[in-house]
């Protein structure tokens, strides 16, 4: 079956940096999709991997590794507005979203 | 301002009811998806269209059905709704050949007594 695999939650500083961790089971692979979800709201987009590599937007960052299924998005200088849910979702070989359960982040001053 | 429009926000719906929970996009976007997202799980496909007048099932489709007459409306339809549907159902859209970024509609929390 296919599986999308992230930690449930996880807790960090004000400032600090933080790395959430995404590994997927898929049958294919057509790209990799991090969103934000803050509670109670929709989730935004905020990256997409399709080759392996780290791609960097502002204080964002997300890897992939095709080869290790694997990827991470890496969040620097953070602020207590980075509370939320991050979504990981592959794209599998029908080109559907297959979606992680997410991961609370929360940020403690 | 465009985006993805949904309707009811919420609503409280006994056991047995039909009700209609309405998408609009004024992005003209080719292909939209109905989601429900539920508490530990993760976002799972209800249906989708990937054009107007073309549905498709997705992950979790029964006792629901979807129509797609025109490009801006997909409505989802619980014909007879029960509790295991009490959910937060999102609304999506995406444009055709892009990177698949999914455009989000601000939900519909449904609670089915």
């Known amino acids: 079956g296919q599986n999308i695999d992230q930690p449930t939650e996880m807790t960090a500083t004000e400032g600090a940096i933080v790395q959430i961790n995404c590994t997927y089971q898929?049958?294919?692979?057509?790209?990799l999709f991090w969103y934000q979800q803050h509670a109670g709201e929709a989730p935004t987009f905020l990256s997409y991997n399709v080759l392996d590599g780290l791609e960097e937007k502002g204080r964002f960052s997300s890897f992939l590794s095709r080869s290790k299924g694997y990827s991470y998005l890496l969040l620097k200088e953070l602020q207590m507005k980075d509370s939320a849910s991050y979504l990981c979702a592959v794209m599998d070989s029908n080109y559907q979203l297959i979606w992680g359960a997410g991961t609370k982040l929360i940020i403690k001053p | 301002i465009a985006g993805i429009t949904q309707a009811p926000t919420s609503q409280i719906l006994a056991a047995g009811r039909r009700m209609t929970l309405r998408c609009t996009q004024d992005?003209?976007?080719?292909?939209m998806y109905w989601y429900r997202q539920d508490l530990g799980l993760g976002l799972r496909l209800i249906h989708y269209s990937n054009t107007a007048g073309t549905t498709g099932k997705g992950e979790v489709p029964d006792g629901y059905s979807v129509s797609r007459a025109n490009t801006d409306d997909f409505p989802l339809t619980l014909a007879s709704a029960v509790p295991s549907q009490t959910s937060v159902y999102f609304c999506a859209s995406t444009a055709s050949g892009g990177t698949g970024e999914l455009f989000f509609g601000e939900g519909s929390r449904l609670t089915v007594l």
């Open positions: 992005m003209r976007h080719n292909a």
């Open positions: 898929t049958s294919g692979f057509n790209g």
